[in-house]
């Protein structure tokens, strides 16, 4: 138990914020009335984010270990705890989640018509599955939170989607579950090998057997590559991102998908070390392909949210690309690329909402040439649209430049391979952008479009804040992972070493 | 007090019956068996702490038979609620349904308690006769006869079944020459080598395995799930898989040493339980069949945790086949709630249900989530537990297999929820569900999500019941 911190001054800010807004949506239940279900949920979502706040001041940088650690047994006969802490890895990831409930509330304001209360009640359950799942360090806890989550989510799709929410919701719901079947059997395996716990800092580090490990590997790739969505497995996400309401794509964008590479971080690499770095190269030009065919695919779309549903497979491409690079540029690069797409991609989500509510077509032909009319929508979009394709100056250029330079130390030809994705961003970016702002000769009659109203300013305002914070100043986010990834590359090599030595003992 | 349950129930037998002597007021006589369902409850209840054996031995009355007797009343009064309108019962046999009900309940509470061959078989015939009069009970006012035929396949498979349970029966007797159930298995257990033990044994289960619905005795299932009236659906659903569990683990507990054939026997017949119903439930459009099948899926489950011979695993087979029977129940609920004369509901009448009673549609959606197994509910816990135990054992493969299982099964339930609240509804007119129909439906899931949120008592409590035959 000695990875865990308890911070004193904070006995129980982790769990206030997973149970506030479960709590929030249980009240809900009861009440009857739109107006105030809106209110309510912004309320209490705001007030997730400021209690939130508190983390990151009080959080020690100078500390790997997890910190605002509560521990409680929960079902003694199977020792299973519940525990939960952040460190270095996750507590970015606690803070995006807070940070963008209150957006994704502001920004269903008038786009969710019917059955308002249910929506809420969707979204502040979501928001403690995600929460719990970033937070978690009992294995169970976290299968629970994990699959717990589909249900709001698929609810959230299936009732306020799209024409084929339908075919949508199902197929998110099969490929996540069916996904991650697997890793309840590895999660079972681990607690019988590791002397009965679910514990998942005492799981890492852990001498396995090789095969052992590539199956477990296996288990957890099948699971979070799903989760990320890594090539071959990408297919749910066009579907799910195009039917899902505005506020679902966001919190599918920003939040959900960093899922995956979180899972990565902290269960593949320091449990499997040895399969990690047994498979790496497959998983690396995985990557590689789902930048280069996320690119290709984003470049050919007619439909806005397809557009930025193809880029993000682009985008957490880079994000596993610096994951299993396996140096530090490349895993701080990472993880500040997850928050980085969860910033820029939700709001590009929002814009295409915003659109959406005025034309009800995601049609990029139907949007064309609309930067006459609607100035502060364009300034907005143009400055997203920079970041996602890594403008120096913005976000995505600071993680970018991270992760390709850590590929570049991993291996030359891959890094060159990582280029052209880099390249094609910038062309379907640029692309989309030009159509909406100009557009051609054939322009639609858009004068009756109404300008930004300032609900929608406020919302958009908070991600373009963070694009520049992040891509002008990014040292003290790079500051609060920092020990954390140091002390997990640590752990691996020391662990490769020892892996190595007992490898020679054996052979001599 | 040691034989109070059972002689409340063959009270409320009685009464019935002389009320139904006189001129018949149905009205009455339906309130007159929810209170005497209560009084039952009630009478289990107080009886709970009882201790003893009766009848030289043959009758076994322990924490073990007194939980399972709390939890058979229990199922049949919500049965008895959730049914209370008796909406496709002729008027004239209300009387008779309901005795038969009390009759058949009693056979169960009997079979829980027994201890010995014959007094195991009389208690079983008991109550499977019962039902077997109470399947086409139902009004035959469409002229479809389907109730007919359900009754007849389900006597003709309850006979074969029972056929099969006497036959090893009588190889249990030849082979050690005495019907009391401890003394048999314990001289059994020195001849897992010869064939004719292990076939005794099997035989035997298959009595209960076709209670349970389990491969290879589940062909009943779907079309006596789909003729029987919903009310008689409900209690066949539920009632006596209890008391089925209660008897597998019962005798299972028994088998000691050598019993490893046993072991792949089971093994072979829960894999095959779960594939067969999940794949077969994926097509149906019917929510009576579609539940049949997903409950020939789960029966295979609850051999997971029995098959395992482990105090845990007992333990954890009786808190999944309770949180089982609590979903169910509440699927049914829903079932009889929304079908207005008692006519079989397709899963597209549900369109829309969460517009027309939105209590009845979170009922059913948590149910159905529950029994897909997803967490946090009883359904969730309920897998975890039986595959920790079985994986505890080195059943990895098995556990795989059940493990893919999970996956198929969540796209029926699923494609129910998405009728229930993601469509529009065909026809507006609200779905009218009594004040007892609420609470029930509330009581219900609650102890879903309890049972899943903090399963340790309840596991404890298992324990402690099983441990108690041990």
């Known amino acids: ?508 | 007090m040691q034989f109070l349950p059972e002689l409340t129930l063959l009270g409320a037998g009685l009464v019935i019956f002389l009320v139904s002597l006189g001129k018949t007021d149905t009205d009455k006589i339906k309130t007159v068996a929810i209170w005497l369902g209560a009084a039952v409850l009630a009478a289990t209840l107080v009886s709970s702490g009882a201790q003893g054996s009766l009848f030289y031995d043959s009758y076994k009355i322990d924490l073990y038979s007194q939980v399972f007797k709390c939890l058979i009343a229990g199922a049949m009064f919500v049965v008895l609620i959730l049914g209370r309108k008796l909406k496709d019962i002729k008027n004239s046999v209300h009387p008779e349904y309901y005795l038969f009900l009390f009759i058949s309940v009693l056979g169960l509470m009997m079979l829980v308690s027994s201890v010995e061959l014959l007094a195991i078989f009389v208690a079983l015939e008991l109550s499977s006769f019962a039902v077997y009069i109470m399947v086409p009970m139902r009004d035959d006012s469409g002229n479809y006869r389907f109730q007919m035929e359900a009754g007849i396949k389900y006597l003709l498979f309850g006979v074969t079944a029972t056929g099969f349970m006497l036959f090893g029966m009588s190889y249990m007797f030849g082979l050690t020459g005495s019907t009391q159930l401890p003394v048999v298995m314990e001289k059994l257990s020195y001849m897992y080598d010869q064939p004719a033990a292990i076939i005794a044994i099997m035989m035997v289960l298959a009595g209960f395995f076709y209670k349970l619905a389990l491969f290879p005795f589940h062909f009943w299932v779907p079309d006596v799930y789909e003729g029987a009236s919903n009310e008689t659906t409900a209690f066949i659903a539920s009632v006596p898989k209890l008391a089925a569990v209660a008897l597998l683990i019962r005798i299972v507990s028994m088998v000691n040493g050598e019993g490893q054939v046993i072991v792949n026997i089971l093994m072979v017949c829960a894999v095959l339980s779960m594939f067969y119903g999940n794949l077969s439930a994926l097509v149906q459009t019917d929510i009576k069949r579609m539940l049949g099948f997903s409950g020939i899926a789960h029966a295979g489950f609850v051999l997971l945790g029995i098959l395992t011979f482990q105090l845990s695993g007992y333990a954890n087979a009786l808190y999944y086949i309770i949180g089982y029977v609590v979903m169910n129940l509440a699927c049914f609920l829903v079932i009889c709630s929304i079908s207005k004369n008692g006519e079989n509901v397709q899963i597209s009448d549900l369109n829309g249900l969460h517009k027309r009673s939105p209590l009845l549609a979170l009922t059913l959606a948590v149910a159905l989530f529950a029994l897909a197994g997803i967490p946090p509910f009883v359904g969730f816990m309920g897998k975890f537990m039986l595959l920790t135990g079985a994986l505890k054992q080195g059943y990895l493969f098995l556990v795989i297999l059940a493990a893919i299982n999970t996956a198929i099964a969540i796209f029926y339930y699923l494609s129910v929820v998405r009728v229930t609240f993601c469509s529009d509804p065909d026809n507006n007119s609200p779905v009218v569900s009594g004040i007892f129909t609420n609470a029930t439906s509330i009581v219900l899931l609650l102890i879903i999500v309890i049972m899943g949120v903090a399963p340790q008592g309840f596991i404890n409590f298992a324990t402690s019941a099983v441990q108690s035959i041990m």
């Open chain 1, 1 to 508: 138990m000695d990875q865990l911190l308890i911070n004193p001054n904070y006995p129980h800010i982790l769990s206030t914020l997973v149970f506030l807004p479960l709590a929030g949506a249980i009240l809900l239940l009861f009440v009857k009335n739109e107006f105030f279900a809106r209110y309510w949920a912004l309320g209490i979502t705001a007030l997730t984010a400021i209690l939130s706040i508190p983390l990151v001041s009080a959080f020690d940088t100078s500390s790997a270990k997890f910190q605002f650690v509560e521990q409680y047994n929960w079902v003694d006969s199977l020792n299973i705890q519940y525990v939960i802490g952040v460190d270095g890895i996750s507590i970015l990831l606690v803070m995006l989640t807070t940070f963008i409930m209150p957006l994704c509330v502001l920004a269903s304001w008038s786009y969710i018509k019917t059955r308002v209360q249910t929506f809420m009640i969707c979204l502040m359950i979501m928001e403690t599955a995600m929460l719990g799942v970033f937070m978690a360090l009992d294995f169970v806890l976290f299968y629970i939170l994990w699959e717990a989550m589909l249900i709001p989510m698929y609810l959230l799709i299936g009732i306020w989607g799209g024409p084929r929410k339908i075919y949508a919701s199902i197929k998110f719901f099969l490929y996540t579950l069916a996904g991650s079947i697997m890793l309840l059997v590895g999660i079972i395996w681990l607690y019988k090998t590791n002397n009965y716990s679910f514990f998942i800092p005492d799981m890492m580090w852990q001498s396995y057997s090789l095969t052992a490990q590539i199956y477990l590997f296996l288990a957890f790739f099948l699971a979070f590559a799903i989760k990320v969505p890594m090539f071959p497995f990408h297919t749910w996400l066009p579907a799910a991102h195009v039917e899902a309401p505005t506020a679902g794509s966001v919190i599918l964008a920003s939040v959900l998908l960093k899922m995956g590479t979180y899972g990565f971080l902290r269960f593949a690499l320091p449990i499997t070390p040895e399969a990690t770095t047994l498979l790496m190269p497959y998983v690396l030009w995985l990557s590689i392909a789902g930048i280069i065919y996320g690119g290709f695919t984003a470049l050919a779309q007619q439909d806005m949210k397809k557009l930025i549903a193809y880029s993000s497979v682009g985008h957490m491409g880079f994000v596993t690309l610096g994951i299993f690079v396996m140096n530090i540029d490349g895993i701080e690069g990472s993880i500040l690329q997850m928050i980085n797409h969860g910033i820029t991609t939700g709001a590009l989500f929002l814009c295409v909402g915003m659109i959406y509510e005025r034309t009800h077509s995601r049609e990029l032909r139907s949007a064309t040439g609309v930067g006459k009319y609607m100035p502060i929508y364009v300034t907005f979009l143009t400055f997203f649209s920079l970041s996602s394709f890594g403008f120096p100056g913005t976000n995505s250029f600071v993680g970018e430049f991270m992760i390709l330079a850590g590929a570049f130390k991993h291996s030359i030809p891959l890094a060159l391979a990582a280029i052209p994705g880099a390249v094609l961003a910038a062309a379907y970016m640029l692309r989309m952008l030009q159509k909406i702002v100009w557009g051609g000769t054939d322009n639609p009659d858009q004068s009756w479009l109404k300008d930004l109203n300032l609900r929608e300013i406020i919302t958009l305002c908070p991600f373009l804040f963070f694009v520049f914070w992040i891509g002008l100043g990014p040292q003290p986010f790079i500051d609060l992972m920092h020990i954390s990834v140091i002390n997990l590359l640590d752990q691996f090599h020391a662990h490769q070493a020892q892996a190595v030595a007992a490898a020679e003992l054996i052979l001599h």
